[in-house]
Antibody
Framework: EVQLVESGGGLVQPGGSLRLSCSAS????????MHWVRQAPGKGLEYVSA????????YYADSVKGRFTISRDNSKNTLYLQMSSLRAEDTAVYYC?????????WGQGTLVTVSS | EIVLTQSPATLSLSPGERATLSCRAS??????LAWYQQKPGQAPRLLIY???NRATGIPARFSGSGSGTDFTLTISSLEPEDFAVYYC??????????FGPGTKVDIK
């Protein structure tokens, strides 16, 4: 069974940093690109960042470019999102996601709240 | 970046009625378009991938069509559990996937 379990969310002050982790199991992690998608309270889905299967290529939405860094450790089956210079508008549930045709799985999400 | 627009923003219908949701891309995405359903407090669920292929376990009342820039999700006869928000997502640009703003299907 495919499982994606996010952790690391919480309350952080504006300008602060946070690192999200996503522990993957039930599939060959190193074979798939991985993605982060977020959803602000009451809002739609926003595609945030992605990384290729070997970590050699990455993508960032303009809204987070220069502040967030995506990475992965294929030996630990873990995806990361390092977030810095956080703003109130980064408040959202962050989902770790596989998006590969019909092979489509979402974690339960982790809530990040940026507030003083 | 490819921008997706969805219409209408809200669709008010009764159970048993047919729902037609539209998604338009700012440039061609070929057939690399997916549709998701999301209910409150839940992660999105994949309904359709590659424009017209139903995901595993998705009922036949859901169908997708289109290619290039114009796509449609049709729910042939709404069941009570179908009232939710629906998002389209383009997967044309590798690692540059984007979502549309969503269409809310609510009970009339």
């Amino acid at each position: 069974e495919v499982q994606l379990v996010e952790s690391g969310g919480g309350l952080v002050q504006p300008g602060g940093s946070l690192r999200l982790s996503c522990s993957a199991s039930g599939f060959t992690f190193s074979s798939y690109a991985m993605h982060w998608v977020r959803q602000a309270p009451g809002k739609g889905l926003e595609y945030v960042s992605a990384i290729s299967s070997n970590g050699g290529s990455t993508y960032y939405a303009d809204s987070v470019k220069g502040r967030f860094t995506i990475s992965r450790d294929n030996s630990k089956n873990t995806l990361y999102l390092q977030m810095s210079s956080l703003r109130a508008e980064d408040t959202a549930v962050y989902y770790c996601v596989i998006l590969s045709g019909p092979f489509d799985y979402w974690g339960q999400g982790t809530l990040v709240t940026v507030s003083s | 970046e490819i921008v997706l627009t969805q219409s209408p923003a809200t669709l008010s219908l009764s159970p048993g009625e047919r729902a037609t949701l539209s998604c338009r891309a700012s440039q061609s995405v070929s057939s690399y378009l997916a549709w998701y359903q999301q209910k409150p407090g839940q992660a999105p669920r994949l309904l359709i991938y590659d424009a017209s292929n139903r995901a595993t376990g998705i009922p036949a009342r859901f169908s997708g069509s289109g290619s290039g820039t114009d796509f449609t999700l049709t729910i042939s006869s709404l069941e009570p559990e179908d009232f939710a928000v629906y998002y389209c997502q383009q997967r044309s640009n590798w690692l540059l996937f984007t979502f549309g703003p969503g269409t809310k299907v609510d009970i009339k």
